[in-house]
């Protein structure tokens, strides 16, 4: 089992400068890296403050400067918002940086308010096909002067410039349904998948339509599993530590939704909580569900249901750390997870 730090700049009043939290989040990759961490992940979102992210590339290109060892990954870009030679090349360029230890997600993406922002408003369900286009024509540009005429992108011919110094540059596809697992495997990328605020049985769901997509292609060399999940360890002496955490992710998860409903408009890239009352039937959104579903726990806690996802076929853990605690409780949670949890699968 591998272990990743997926990380955004999180921001949600203006306490905090952008500055801290840019300082923040390279201490925390610098801790992931002296413990073993093998990539960093970082994503792409736009006008929202408690995903502070418009283009993972300067980010990651930064955090090569000051590690040596971790991987950077972009963890996505969202194929509609981008164009394949300006993807090659910032990919390329991002891998010559870091000497080889680039790693790029592509997500088809999902919230309509940044369609309605970066793609001229047509439906976040639409983006499947752009990401279909897009990875082929990104990996003809790496290869070489390629001309492109699809059904969305037209460009005479081109090539990526740099070139990546990784041959292949691993490509990982963000997936959920069976088609997305299909497509990835067929073309030979790696799958990342997350089970949201849904139970172990999604995971198995998950892996068992990644599993189905490897059945289908027998000849394609099996691909990578990660599996991303919002994380925070707790001590053992504190048997109510859950609490904080559950309580933490319950508010990120209501804010997602606020954001995924697209029915508010924000105000300068603040966005409230969808309010408690909306899930009262909704019990997956409780912090006493959240606890069992979230990867919020003791270390030993935590290592069992790991070594679970480890029997699953998971070859890559991502501690997803955005949950609106504060820089402190963050540093206490991964420092638990390096010291105890990590040395369990040595």
Not at 269 to 286: H, I, M, T, W, Y
């Amino acid at each position: 089992m591998r272990f990743s730090l997926f990380i955004h700049m999180e921001r949600w009043d203006e306490t905090v400068s952008h500055r801290e939290l840019f300082e923040d989040l390279t201490e925390l990759t610098l801790m992931a890296e002296a413990g073993g961490f093998g990539t960093v992940w970082i994503g792409e979102h736009h006008s929202m403050e408690y995903t502070v992210s418009p283009n993972p590339m300067p980010q990651l290109a930064y955090l090569a400067a000051r590690t040596s060892t971790i991987r950077l990954g972009a963890g996505t870009i969202i194929a509609p918002f981008w164009n394949p030679t300006r993807v090659a090349g910032e990919a390329a360029l991002l891998d010559v940086i870091s000497n080889g230890r680039a790693e790029i997600g592509l997500a088809r993406g999902a919230y309509q308010f940044e369609f309605d922002r970066m793609a001229g408003g047509i439906p976040a369900s639409s983006g499947g096909n752009h990401l279909r286009e897009l990875v082929p024509a990104v990996r003809e540009l790496w290869a070489g002067d390629y001309a492109h005429d699809g059904d969305i992108w037209q460009f005479p011919t081109s090539t990526s410039v740099p070139k990546p110094i990784q041959r292949p540059l691993p490509i990982w596809i963000a997936a959920r349904d069976p088609e997305s697992h299909k497509f990835a495997v067929r073309n030979g990328c790696n799958v990342m998948v997350t089970p949201l605020m849904k139970g172990d049985e999604e995971v198995v769901d998950l892996r068992d339509k990644f599993q189905a997509a490897l059945d289908e292609n027998p000849d394609v060399p099996r691909p990578d599993l990660m599996v991303l999940r919002h994380t925070y360890v707790h001590p053992a002496d504190e048997p109510d530590g859950w609490v904080a955490g559950a309580t933490a992710v319950n508010r990120f998860y209501r804010t997602f939704d606020a954001w995924f409903g697209n029915k508010t408009t924000p105000v300068d890239g603040f966005l409230e909580p969808s309010p408690e009352s909306k899930f009262a039937e909704r019990p997956e959104f409780g912090i006493d569900s959240l606890h069992r579903t979230a990867m919020i726990g003791t270390p030993d806690e935590v290592i069992e249901r790991i070594r679970y996802y480890e029997q699953l076929g998971v070859d890559e853990y991502s501690f997803w750390c955005d949950n609106g605690m504060s820089h402190e409780e963050k540093k206490r949670s991964l420092a638990l997870f390096i010291e105890q949890v990590v040395p369990a699968f040595g």
